[in-house]
C-alpha cells in the first residue's frame, strides 16, 4: 500500500457515521435507498413482513430543517469584508475575490454558506486555496498578474476528502492527504464509465499528485503524476484550511440518534395504524372451522356461535404519540431552537420572558458559530495576502445580526451614541462605516470599499 492510501486513526473513526448523518439531513429518495440501515428489523420478523415494511417507510425530517434553519439565519446579512491599505493592486483583486472566490462565479458569501452547511452536518469543511499555475515561472508581480498566476481561488473540500493528515505542537498542518474518487469516460463514443482516484499530497512546500485509473476493485497501480512546489510554500504553510465546529455547534452529531429513534417508531406506529384498519374476522365456535372468509364469501355460524372482529384498543398507540412528540422536542431541545418545535406538547402559554430567553440562548450559538466562521475566512484571505505579498490588512465582521428589526432604531442608537459628544474620530468612522454596509450589505464588495474610503476621508479632517 501506498503511503498515501493510510488513513488517520480519527478519519477512520468518524468515516462510518457521515454517510448516515447525510441521510438524515437530506431525507427522501436518499434515505429510502438507504432505508434497510436504519430501519430496525424485529426479533424474527419475516423478511417479507420487514420488506414491506421498507416499502412503506417515511421519514420526518426535523433536523434536516434545523440545520436549513441556522444557515439561512447566520447568513441572512452578509459578512463584510474590510480591506485598508493603500495597495491598490491587492483591493482590486479582493474586490472580484469577493465577487468570484472559485473562478466559477461563486461569491465569498455563497461559498462559505455551504461550508457552513457541510461543517453542521460532518462536523468540518475544508477550504483549499490555490493560484494558477504559469509557464515559463514568472519572474515579478506585474508579470504574474498578466499571466493571472496571481489569482487565487478555493475549492471546498469535504471531511471525507482528507483521509490522513499531521498537526505541529500548535495545531497547524505539518501535511495532509486529500483523496478524491469520481467516475469519467475516456470518450464520448466509449460505453464503459471508468472510477479514477486521485490523491494530493501536501506539506508546507511542496506537492505530489498520485492517481489510481480502473474498475471499482482498483486492479491497477498507483502512480505519480505530479509534483512540485504549490504556492503557498512562499509562507512555508499548508494550503488547506479547516472550519472545524465544537461538539456542542454539530448540530447533527447532537440530534441524529434523536432522529433515527423517532424514525423507527414513527414507522412503527404508522404500520400498526395500516394494519389496525385491516380488521382480522375472529369466530367464537366449538365446532371444527374450515369455511372460506373473504369480502365474496359468506360464512354459517351455529346457533351457540359468535362472530366479531380484532381492534386494538388504542392505549399503546396514544402512549407512541406522545413519545413522539416528546422526541421531535427533545431535537429541537439539544440543537437550542426548542421555541421552533411547536407540536401539541409545546402550544401551551409562554411567557414573553421565557420565550426570549430561549431565542438569546438561540443567538449565542449563532453568533458562536458565526465567530468560528469568521476567524476561518480571515485565516484564508490573509495567507492569500502574503502569498500574494499585498500591502492590504483584512478584516470581517457582521453575522452577528440575527433579529428581523427595524433599521430605525439601530439609526437612533448610533444618533444617540454620537451625541454624546466624545471626541474621538475613529469611533465616528467606525459607527458610520457599520450603519452604512449594514444598510448596504448586498451591495458589491468595491462599492463598500469605496463608502469606507469616503468616509474615512470626510472624518480626517477632524483628526487634525
Not at 235 to 242: D, G, H, I, S
Not at 387 to 395: A, F, M, Y
Amino acid at each position: 500500500m501506498k503511503p498515501i492510501e493510510l488513513e488517520h486513526p480519527d478519519y477512520t473513526a468518524r468515516k462510518h457515521v457521515w454517510r448516515r448523518y447525510r441521510d438524515l439531513y437530506v431525507g427522501g429518495e436518499q434515505l429510502k435507498a438507504n432505508a434497510a440501515e436504519y430501519l430496525m428489523r424485529r426479533q424474527k420478523e419475516p423478511f417479507g413482513v420487514w420488506g414491506e415494511r421498507l416499502e412503506r417507510v417515511y421519514y420526518e425530517n426535523f433536523v434536516g430543517s434545523i440545520v436549513d434553519w441556522y444557515v439561512a439565519t447566520l447568513f441572512r446579512r452578509e459578512p463584510l469584508l474590510l480591506t485598508e491599505g493603500e495597495d491598490r493592486r491587492g483591493t482590486t483583486f479582493f474586490h472580484e475575490f469577493a465577487e468570484d472566490c472559485d473562478l466559477r462565479g461563486t461569491t465569498i458569501t455563497d461559498f462559505f454558506r455551504k461550508q457552513v452547511l457541510e461543517a453542521l452536518v460532518t462536523g468540518s469543511s475544508y477550504t483549499l486555496a490555490d493560484f494558477p499555475r504559469a509557464w515559463p515561472l514568472p519572474e515579478n508581480l506585474a508579470e504574474e498578474d498578466r499571466a493571472g498566476a496571481s489569482r487565487a481561488y478555493l475549492t471546498p473540500c469535504q471531511a471525507e476528502n482528507l483521509i490522513n493528515w499531521s498537526l505541529d505542537e500548535h495545531g497547524g498542518y505539518e501535511w495532509v492527504v486529500l483523496r478524491n474518487t469520481y467516475l469519467r469516460k475516456p470518450g464520448v463514443d466509449s460505453e464503459k464509465w471508468t472510477r479514477e482516484t486521485r490523491w494530493i499530497y501536501y506539506d508546507r512546500e511542496h506537492f505530489q499528485v498520485w492517481k489510481r485509473e480502473g474498475d471499482v476493485f482498483g486492479q491497477e497501480s498507483v502512480v505519480m503524476v505530479d509534483e512540485g512546489c504549490h504556492s503557498f510554500s512562499k509562507v512555508k504553510q499548508v494550503p488547506l484550511f479547516p472550519l472545524r465546529l465544537d461538539d456542542g455547534l454539530w448540530l447533527m452529531n447532537r440530534a441524529a440518534l434523536l432522529q433515527l429513534e423517532h424514525f423507527n417508531k414513527s414507522n412503527a406506529l404508522s404500520w400498526a395504524l395500516t394494519q389496525g384498519l385491516f380488521a382480522m374476522p375472529v369466530v367464537y365456535s366449538e365446532r371444527d372451522w374450515n369455511q372460506i372468509v373473504g369480502d365474496s364469501y359468506y360464512i354459517q355460524l351455529g346457533p351457540n356461535d359468535r362472530f366479531g372482529w380484532t381492534e386494538p384498543e388504542g392505549r399503546v398507540f396514544s402512549i407512541a404519540a406522545q413519545n413522539l412528540d416528546r422526541l421531535k422536542e427533545e431535537i429541537y431541545r439539544v440543537c437550542y431552537v426548542l421555541s421552533q418545535a411547536g407540536g401539541p406538547v409545546s402550544t401551551g402559554v409562554t411567557s414573553g420572558v421565557a420565550k426570549q430567553r430561549d431565542f438569546a440562548i438561540t443567538q449565542e450559538m449563532l453568533r458562536a458559530l458565526g465567530d468560528q466562521v469568521k476567524d476561518t475566512m480571515k485565516r484564508v484571505m490573509r495567507s492569500i495576502a502574503a502569498v500574494r505579498e499585498d500591502g492590504v490588512t483584512i478584516d470581517v465582521s457582521g453575522l452577528d445580526e440575527f433579529d428581523i428589526g427595524d433599521f430605525t432604531n439601530e439609526l437612533a442608537d448610533a444618533k444617540e451614541l454620537l451625541a454624546m459628544g466624545v471626541d474621538s474620530p475613529t469611533l465616528k468612522r467606525q459607527v458610520l462605516k457599520k450603519l452604512a454596509f449594514k444598510y448596504l450589505c448586498d451591495v458589491r464588495q468595491e462599492l463598500k470599499d469605496r463608502i469606507g474610503r469616503e468616509i474615512d476621508e470626510a472624518v480626517q479632517p477632524l483628526e487634525r
